[in-house]
């Protein structure tokens, strides 16, 4: 889940009905952007118009909503690769179906402002946008508290289970953090980087190792050697030993 405020929504919309090419998500596959799609909208959309009018639908106060108030719970669903390829297109759609269904029950279908689905990257995932009203007010941390948060972990796997998924609880009691996609992509890239070039060292020093011991198998000691020559002149023989080191003639 991700808290999306006036400034933010923009810059999702851009994202989630790919209004602009992304500068920063190289896994955007222009050519399967057509398998996109949207349960609550049939086109695109203003996401700041959309929310202002299902927080005005609803409000009871007169109060104004403040500049800086989260206006959207954003809930992203997905799973792993593996996850999907065991998946047929209906049963992927089905998963996706069945978990806005649960979400809109659960916060009513009135307060989702989009529930776009993926289908253009490396792992299919469903963006559900949440406006947090309740009781005629715009109140995100008592919609989303740490309560709400452990309800989702636990029930979201149990309830697909049940409908035939293959979906597994997250680790109880994790440490881990969560992390943006844009810097998660980033750290997973330096790791690979980091990698190659440790790769390449190795693979040089490999290579140096190996030209070493092909020039000290090619080189072949040189020895000085005479030889001695018998040359006929017609009248005696005589007998041609080379030279010394010094360059002299040597009998």
Known sequence: MQKMKSHDLKGIQFHNQRERESKTNSDIDKERSHENYDFVNDENIDYNERVKEIIESQKTGSRKTRKDAVLVNELLVTSDRDFFERLDPVEQKR???????????????????YATVHNDEKTPHLHIGVVPMRDGKLQGKNVFNRAELLWMQDKFPEHMQKLGFDLERGEKGSDRQHIETTKYKK???????????????TKK???TAFIGKVESDLTVPAKRQTKNVEVSTGKKKFIWQGKNKNGKKTN
């Open 187 to 201: 750290q997973t890239l330096e790791k690979e980087i980091d990698f190659l070039e440790k790769n390449i060292v």
């Open 95 to 113: 998963f996706f179906e069945e978990s806005f269904k649960l979400f809109s029950e659960r916060y009513g279908e009135q307060n989702i402002a």
């Open 205 to 207: 020093d490999e290579l």
